[in-house]
């Protein structure tokens, strides 16, 4: 597992690098009215091929690890909700996480479908935005309380 976290946790800068330039170009796209090219699916490509490898591993750690469905199935849920770091990890950044993800896939989807029509940039600049915001609130950064000692890369 430890293998798969510290993976999981390099992966992340992938993840924020491939949406925020899948954001930039659709924003230069919608601000510039111009249609939605190829290269604009590749970056929505690569950013949803990112997340997901990402969301599975993020996965293997929910049920193999000891944080996720492991802490939750031995102490209950009971025991785990009134602890702020606890309840992060069980419930907090898989669900906002499975939200995100879903929102990348939309947001593609949608502007997949607008393939040389100026709308699928105004699609996926929102619906990724939307994800990156919702990543950047459930990642567990060391500066958040109760995540200092949190291993870091």
């Known amino acids: 597992m430890h293998y798969i976290q510290s993976i999981h946790s390099i992966l992340r800068w992938l993840v924020l690098i491939a949406l925020v330039y899948a954001i930039i170009r659709a924003f230069i796209g919608m601000s510039g009215r111009k249609p939605f090219q190829e290269g604009d699916h590749q970056a ?3 950013a949803t091929l990112v997340c ?42 898989i669900a906002m996480m499975v939200i995100a993800i879903a929102l990348v896939h939309i947001g ?3 502007s997949k ?41």
Do not use: C
């Open 52 to 93: 997901d490898l990402q969301l599975l591993l993020g996965l293997a750690l929910y049920i193999f690890g000891p944080m996720g469905w492991k802490n939750v199935r031995n102490r209950g849920m009971g025991e785990i909700m009134p602890n702020a770091v606890e309840r992060f990890f069980a419930v907090e950044h």
């Open 108 to 110: 593609r989807s949608k």
């Open 113 to 153: 479908k607008a393939l040389g029509e100026t709308k699928g940039h105004k699609s996926a600049f929102w619906f990724y935005l939307i994800a990156l915001l919702l990543i950047l609130a459930s990642i567990p950064w060391p500066f958040r309380t109760g995540f200092e000692g949190h291993k870091w890369f």
């Open 44 to 46: 929505g490509f690569f």
